[in-house]
Every structure is written in C-alpha cells, then in structure tokens.
C-alpha cells in the first residue's frame, strides 16, 4: 500500500472552527498564527481542519465571507510554515456526527444534497490552487450502516462535481459506524488515484474514552489501566459501552493489549487499500485528558506501531483542549515521547 505523502504524521485542530460556539470571538483567540509555528517545531508535516457548515454559510445557503477568511489564514500560516493541510468538512446542513446537533435530512433529501455538492464547488474554485499542499475531506463520520450505500452514491457524485474544478486534488472518503476501519470494504471504489481511504480509531473505546461524559452509558468515575486484560475490557465495555470492544473473541483472555490488536484491527483495510490502488489514513486517534498520562503513552506507542508498519498517515485529536489535548498540562510529562510517534 502506498504511502501518502505529506499526510503521515499530523494533527487535529478541533474546536477551533468546529464543534464550537462559532463566535468571532472563539474564531480569533482559540487558535493563532503561533499555535501553527508550535505544531511546525513539533516535527509534523500537516493539519486536519475541521470545519462546520456555519463557519460558511446561513441558514439559507448563502456564503459568508467572514467565514472563509478564517480559512484562508489557515491556508496562508499553513504555507507560511511549511505544513500541509486537510479541510475536514466536520457537519455539513442536514448532517452531523452528534446526534445533539439535531441535523438531519441529509441522506432522504436531493435539496441538501445539492447544497453539499455546491459547497464543495466552492471550496475547489476557492482552494483548489493549492493542491500541493492542501487536501479536502468531504465530510465527518458517517453513523448508521443504512447510510452506507446512500453515501457512496453521494461522495461518488460530490468527486465527480469537484473534479471539474479541481482534477487532481486529494480527496478522502470514509465510512459508516463514526469511519470505522471496519468499514473501509463497503467505500466505494475510488473514481480515480487521488480519492483516499479514511478511518477513525480510538479502540478500545472503554480505554480511550474511560469517563467521557458525553457517552450515555458511561460511568463518569470509571478508570481503566493499560494494564487490563482483554477479558477485563471486554466487561468494562459491556458495562459502559455496549457493543463497542472488536477485540472479543480474537485474543486470549487473559492476554493484554499491545501492537498486535492494531495489526490484526488494520489488516483488512490496508489489504482493500492495496488492492484499489489508493491509500489509507487514519483522521481521528487519541486518548481522552481522564487517563494516566503514562497508559496513554504506551496507547500511541501501539497503535503508531501499526501504523508505521502499514504505512498509514494520521493526525492525532486534538492540538488543546477538546478533552483531548496534546499541548494541555495533563499531558506535560509525555508530550516529548508521545509527539515522537504522532
């Protein structure tokens, strides 16, 4: 499988035009040109930027120009500082990952669609120039199964749109279950050799994810080590996210986690990969700020192992905050180790 060049070691700036309050306010001051010089000294070649329709537009489709300066500044500190960067379309109207954000018609609707596609029509006569150093990523984490074939017919249709605007530039897919690595089979395959594959992992989630508020079934005061057998997270799933563990069944029981979870995890979409002739890359990894600092270290020192040995870029969640931050104090102890492995 090939290797994406440019787009191997990187990292996330969440929260920052996305997942956010969307106020002039958050869009001045979470992230500046410094934090771009940070992430450059940190030896990454590029970022994944996440981005909500709202920066963009109103409620009816129109474009706001405020928005896309925001933009263009990461465009111009990204090529200032010698960093690629990815624009992740992270909602999009009648669409989002987060249930809470009450979007939705996306998939049963030709009209928002066709405000999707126009978007990206958008982006490509917008940035398209700059397809040396800047890629775009058609939209966050696609939830149910159902949606599958609808979105393969979709991104198929939003490649061909942005091609007459933009013939070359890279452009990545994922899948459903929130860009399962398990789903990388059932994407389409690609129209042509600049359409990359896209995953997400933060397995197991019971670790990465232990005490996250936001997941219902959660117990906000459970703690898990690196430490713990494969039966032992097999129950803390069971208990707190049901359904969630892929390890079950393949490993002994009383064995512990390591480098080959993720080989075994990887193997299949590296495998499709090769044979289509494209790419993988991983958008989304990261432990949540609740975990030991040491046991998140040994997670990447893992999971990078795989990575490294199937050739697949990344970018880490998230540069700060976001409960996940790589440049927050919680993560002052291990920051050097684990920016080694990003």
């Known amino acids: 499988m090939a290797k994406w060049q440019g787009y191997m070691h990187g990292i996330n700036l969440g929260g920052w035009l996305s997942q956010c309050d969307h106020t002039k306010e958050r869009y001045e001051s979470f992230i500046r040109e410094s934090d771009i010089a940070v992430i450059r000294d940190w030896g990454l070649d590029h970022i994944r930027l996440p981005i909500d329709y709202e920066l963009v537009e109103d409620n009816e489709g129109n474009y706001k ?39 939705e018609g996306f998939f049963d609707r030709e009209d928002y669609q066709e405000r999707f596609y126009r978007l990206w029509e958008e982006f490509a006569r917008r ?36 091609r007459q605007i933009a013939p070359t530039i890279h452009i990545l897919i994922g899948g459903y279950h929130y860009n399962s690595v398990e789903a990388i089979p059932d994407l389409a395959i690609p129209v042509d050799e600049n359409v990359i594959y896209n995953f997400h992992c933060y397995d197991p989630t019971v670790f990465t994810h232990q005490g996250a508020y936001w997941i219902d079934t959660m117990d906000r005061d459970f ?22 563990f892929k390890g079950a069944g393949h490993f002994p029981a009383d064995g512990h986690l390591d480098e080959n979870y993720f080989l075994w995890f990887f193997e299949r979409a590296a495998q499709v990969a090769k044979e289509r002739g494209t790419s993988l890359y991983c958008g ?41 931050g790589l440049a927050d104090a919680h993560m002052d102890s291990v920051r050097e180790e684990v920016l080694k492995l990003l």
């Open 223 to 244: 703690r898990i080590s690196k430490d713990a057998t494969y039966a032992e997270l097999q129950a803390a799933h069971e208990a707190n996210v049901p359904g969630h």
């Open 127 to 162: 940035y398209g120039k700059y397809e040396d150093r800047v890629s775009f990523e058609l939209l966050n984490e696609i939830t149910d199964r159902s949606y599958g074939e609808k979105w393969n017919e979709i991104s198929t249709n939003c490649i061909r749109r942005i």
């Open 284 to 324: 989304e990894y990261g432990v949540i700020d609740l975990a030991d600092p040491e046991d998140a270290l040994a997670w990447y020192k893992m999971i990078s192992a795989a990575f490294e040995q199937y050739g697949i870029g990344r970018a880490a969640w998230s540069y700060k905050e976001m409960d996940f």
């Open 65 to 103: 120009e405020d928005g896309f300066a925001y933009i263009d500044c990461a465009v111009e500190w990204c090529g200032k500082y010698g960093l690629n960067l990815l624009l992740d379309l992270h909602k999009t109207f009648g669409y989002s990952f987060d249930a809470g954000e009450k979007e």
